[in-house]
């Protein structure tokens, strides 16, 4: 079957952040969104299927996650990523975020040190800051667009009080697919260091060009012993709205901590429709999502020659996953507020500013890719327009 990612979605009026915050977010509802991590596309049709089936019983009560749950996991994980993982190291979250905050609570004490690595997604700031940990910041370093993790810095750093590192892999905004190598240097550094690693892997299934994402915990057992790794259907599938994650937890002393903190929450049950949406996005939906990659490369492509070959003064940051793409406006001179202004009221497009990934940010804009060709092509051609005036 080929499904149609060119058809346009009418998102207004549905609650939609994208669409319908544009005016408390932007102080205009008339930009062309392209902000919120969720695609301009149809949920899959056999996930709306499942779903629809199950609404259609008509008791919607207290559920609990079958053994289907984490074999759709773990069978993914094996497919996708080559990655064997058991079903005991299968914990449940309502959404990554709320991983991210209950491993620093779970992990950490208030007064310890937690390292992020800047320019990142902002909810890794509040989710260390809420609950009185200190915020570290082992920022990214960029040579020629391309960004690194600057080892040397991140030992320095460290100290006694320092305990947990939240890991961007695939990274948002820089778009960047830890390699191996990499990866493997991490954890040699944190594991000498006594730290443990919440690897967010939410974009691992959005590889680019047919690059290969290398689950953190997959590389050794040291890694598996040290790390968590968060894993969704949510940006793969468009499922934003059914807030339904996984923990992957090899140690059995780090899952007991982790689930403790879950159950002492009361937020271990989830909705009963992302259970079902997750096992049916993993058990059948390897050919929509091959056709999903194949949209973003050409999307991709699209942006890359279209700022390329008209827009001069912006760079495109070399992307190898994710739909959401780094921008570089400092070739226009543009920077803080001045370039948020201009994105937001000359070009008429709303895109997330680079200040609120942190620090390395001013300068830039994230801009989100998965939608209709068309829009995307009108967007383009509104920015082009606003930067020839300038
Ligand atoms: C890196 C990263 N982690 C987590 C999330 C959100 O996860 P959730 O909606 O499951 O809380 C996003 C959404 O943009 C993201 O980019």
């Known amino acids: 079957m080929t499904y149609d990612f060119d058809k346009i979605i009418l998102r207004e009026n549905t609650s939609c952040v994208k669409y319908d915050l544009r005016k408390e977010f932007f102080g205009t509802a008339s930009v062309v969104p392209l902000w919120v991590a969720d695609m301009d596309f149809e949920t899959p049709d056999f996930i709306r299927d499942a779903v629809i089936k199950r609404a259609s019983h008509p008791v919607y009560g207290y559920t609990f996650r079958s053994d289907s749950f984490q074999r759709s996991i773990i069978n993914w994980m094996g497919k996708r990523h080559n990655w064997e993982i058991k079903k005991e190291w299968v914990a449940f979250s309502p959404g990554v975020v709320p991983a991210l905050n209950m491993a620093v609570m779970a992990f950490t004490s208030p007064g310890d040190k937690v390292i992020v690595q800047p320019p990142v997604y902002f909810p890794f700031f509040t989710a260390v800051k809420n609950h009185g940990r200190q915020l570290v910041y082992n920022q990214l370093t960029e040579k020629n667009g391309r960004y690194e993790m600057d080892f040397d810095d991140l030992e320095q750093k460290i100290d006694e009080k320092t305990k947990l590192l939240l890991l961007c892999h695939p990274h948002n905004p820089v778009g960047r697919l830890w390699s191996r190598t990499e990866l493997e240097t991490l954890v040699e550094i944190c594991t000498r260091k006594n730290i443990l690693i919440v690897s967010d892997e939410i974009h691992s299934d959005l590889m680019l060009k047919g690059n290969v994402h290398v689950p953190l915990a997959s ?172």
């Open 219 to 390: 590389l050794s057992q040291q890694a598996a012993d040290i790390s968590l790794t968060c894993i969704a259907p949510s940006k793969t599938f468009n499922l934003a709205g059914l807030a339904t994650s996984a923990l992957i937890i090899p140690n059995e002393a780090h899952r007991k901590v982790y689930e403790k903190i879950l159950d002492d929450l009361h937020v271990g049950m989830g909705n009963l429709f992302g259970i079902t949406s997750l096992e049916a996005a993993y058990d059948g939906g390897e050919e929509w999502l091959g056709q999903l990659l194949a949209y973003l490369d050409q999307n991709l492509e699209l942006l890359n020659n279209f700022i390329f070959s008209r827009i001069p003064g912006i760079k495109v940051v070399p992307a190898e996953a994710t739909y959401l793409i780094w921008l570089d406006f400092r070739g226009l001179g543009l920077k803080g507020k001045e370039l948020k202004e201009f994105v937001i009221q000359k070009a008429g497009i709303g895109l997330n500013d680079g200040p609120s990934f942190g620090p390395g940010g001013d300068g830039f804009q994230r801009i989100n890719i998965a939608l209709p060709r068309k829009i995307l092509t009108e967007a383009l051609e509104k920015l082009e327009r606003a930067v020839k005036e300038l």
